[in-house]
């Protein structure tokens, strides 16, 4: 297959068919992707066990099945020219299959460094980017050796924790040991708890020739380890700060032989020191905002990227700040349910309101996230809290 992928060239065995990509879960990643690939002509497959997941609903074609499905693997394999992931434990396995038929970007072999908490921090020490002191706790031997320089910590589970679930804050020894006992014993990372002063995240988009492209520096603010809030360009950010942690970014992707989107999230200390906390092999929340304020987003780039499609530098457009809206906002304070006033929030200048098509709410769940833009970081800051003060969610 030509390693160029455009709508108009014609899949080879059958000169009717229009290209297709296809993308390995139905979330909201994966439906702001097919709404993406569908912009440049595409035709889009999903697969996903939901029948009706984000993404499901809006692409051509929905792969009802399991995501280590044989069948289903090879209904996806016959549909799509080319596949990707929407979310990073989609079964690595899944994705070596898949190679064997089709152009898959990521990788397997990435994903699968994405997924383990250790090998990520192996990963990120391997190309010399700074990492939280951390020890690896597999066993009762593993867990008697931890130093007491680690705690206070916060022990995470080495695999499948998202949203801050899998992670449990241990002041002390018995609490670590309890802690363990809690998470089922499973493989965790043990991580120094550190004094952040702020947090931010980079989204960069590598293809396949290695060239690299970079989005702006993003600050997050996280209440109970979910994203609330994200804010660019970075108001505590210097461009020192954005060229450190792009040059780390992009090592990081180059050291993995990387072929696609991929976010690094880092803390930035209190004696300004920058530490990456873990990476996810695909756009990102913080990065979905670039939909507003960018000339291309991190999805029209994880088109690009699996597609083979050359790679243009994003340019943020307008200063902006993305507000994350979870299922909290659909109860009000008696617990009974509601749907937000969305017309007082649409009235607002610069406010674009994306809702996931999520069939029901509920709290903690991304239920969709608004971007205010604004000609200036003030302006567009200012419209942001009088949307979240409109929505009930807390001030920032
Ligand atoms: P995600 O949804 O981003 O995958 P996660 O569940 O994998 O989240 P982390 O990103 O590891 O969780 O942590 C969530 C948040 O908890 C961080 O953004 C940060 O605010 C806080 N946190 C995590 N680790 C540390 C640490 N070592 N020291 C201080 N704060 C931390
Ligand atoms: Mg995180």
Known sequence: MSTRLLPGDRAAADPERALTLGVMGGGQLGRMFVHAAQQLGFRTAVLDPDATSPAGLVAHAHVQAEYLDEAGLQALADTADAITTEFENVPAEALRRLAARRPVAPSGDAVAVCQDRAAEKAHFVGCGVPVAPHAVIADEATLAAVSDDLLPGILKTARLGYDGKGQIRVADRAALEAGWAELGRVTCVLEKRLPLAFEVSVIVARGRDGRVVAFPLQQNLHR????????????????????????????IAADLGYVGVLCIEFFILEDGSLVANEMAPRPHNSGHHTIDSCDLSQFDLQVRTMAGLPLAKPRLHSPTVMLNLLGDLWFDAAGAERTPDWAEVLALPGANLHLYGKESARRGRKMGHLTITGATPAAARETALQAAALLGIAPF
Do not use: H, N, S, Y
């Open 224 to 251: 109970d380890g979910i994203l609330a809030v994200t804010t660019v360009p970075a108001p505590a950010g210097t461009p020192a700060l954005e060229a450190e942690a792009i040059g780390c970014a992009a090592r």
